[in-house]
């Protein structure tokens, strides 16, 4: 029986715990070493991430400021166990594996909640960058990129991605890419707080990343 002691946000610390199949468990510790080795990325070690986009409609063009390419790579290979979903760390997993073991309200709203940052749609929420009636800033296109153009070489993800971007524009959507990344950091993290706690509880020591 694992637990862990989680603060809500009204201030409350309520305890929560569950069973875990060993399998189970060696989910989590592979999830938790692959947290430690996402926070040693010297992108992630910036206090301010800049990144913005700058149009200039007169002349029809426009330019971003964002990390270089190197720093991206660096990011990607290392967010790669968490996003494909046939990585057994994978966070949907490794969320579901939580939340169908634990079932105790307060956490499954907590997942929920972390569930939808990873899907990026805090920022639908707050803003909808569209082209050609596709909305750019969601987890869709994102993940057409990614499998287009970074992880794989999926000649029609990449093509839904060129037709989206003529004319060389893609370049213009990489801080959005961005942003969408940072907020599955920031979701990975959180959920790998918890696992900690969770593999602390049973003395389930992490091997060193």
């Known amino acids: ?44 070690q910036q206090p301010n991430i800049h990144m913005s986009i700058k149009m200039d409609f007169e002349v029809g063009s426009g330019s971003v400021e964002r990390p270089s390419d190197e720093d991206i790579a660096v990011l990607l290979m290392r967010l790669r166990p968490f996003i494909l979903q046939k990585e057994h760390c994978n966070f949907g997993t490794v969320k579901n594996i939580i939340r169908r073991r634990i079932p105790d309200k307060s956490l499954q709203q907590i997942t929920q909640k972390l569930s939808s940052l990873y899907l990026g749609e805090n920022m639908l929420s707050l803003m909808k960058v569209e ?51 940072l907020d599955k950091v920031t979701a990975i993290r959180h959920l790998s707080a918890l696992v900690r706690l969770l593999l602390q509880s049973g003395n389930y020591c992490e091997a060193a990343p």
């Open 1 to 44: 029986m694992l637990h862990a002691d989680i603060k809500l946000t009204s201030g409350e610390v309520v305890r929560v715990s569950g069973d875990f199949e060993q399998d189970e468990l060696e989910t989590l510790r592979a999830y938790s070493v692959e947290a430690q080795r996402l926070d040693k990325v010297p992108l992630l």
């Open 131 to 181: 082209a050609g009636g596709v909305l750019i800033n969601s987890d869709e296109v994102l993940m057409d990129w990614l499998n287009g153009f970074e992880y794989h070489r999926d000649k029609k993800k990449r093509a839904r991605i060129e037709q989206l971007h003529p004319g060389g524009s893609l370049e213009l959507s990489m801080p959005i890419f961005m942003n969408l990344l």
